[in-house]
Nanobody, 123 residues
Framework: QVQLVESGGGLVQAGGSLRLSCAAS????????MGWYRQAPGKQRELVAG???????NYGGAVKGRVTISRDGAKNTVFVQMNSLKPEDTAVYYC?????????????????WGQGTQVTVSS
């Protein structure tokens, strides 16, 4: 059974940085797409960043320029470095893994999801 385990969330002041990590287990295959999504209260889930197995990246508009995604493809592990955090970045951040849909921002029920990690940015 595939499991995605996230770590690295927490409370940070505006302007600070956080690095989220996600490790997938339970499969011998390397996912084509891995990425991070977020959902704030009352808002739709949105793409933070996605990365393909060969390292191509895609970033959500709200975070572009402040976020860098990286991946250890051999280990199905993905990281996201978030800088210059703003209060509006407060959300639950979810790791996702699966097909190209994860990278382009349309990950859904057919992809794998982590339980989520809370990121809170104080002003």
């Amino acid at each position: 059974q595939v499991q995605l385990v996230e770590s690295g969330g927490g409370l940070v002041q505006a302007g600070g940085s956080l690095r989220l990590s996600c490790a997938a287990s339970g499969t011998i295959f390397t996912f084509y797409g891995m990425g991070w999504y977020r959902q704030a209260p009352g808002k739709q889930r949105e793409l933070v960043a996605g990365i393909t197995r060969d390292g191509r990246t895609n970033y959500g508009g709200a975070v572009k320029g402040r976020v860098t995604i990286s991946r250890d493809g051999a280990k199905n592990t993905v990281f996201v470095q978030m800088n210059s955090l703003k209060p509006e970045d407060t959300a639950v951040y979810y790791c996702a893994a699966g097909s190209e849909s994860v990278v382009v921002g349309t990950a859904g029920p057919s992809d794998y999801w982590g339980q989520g990690t809370q990121v809170t940015v104080s002003s």
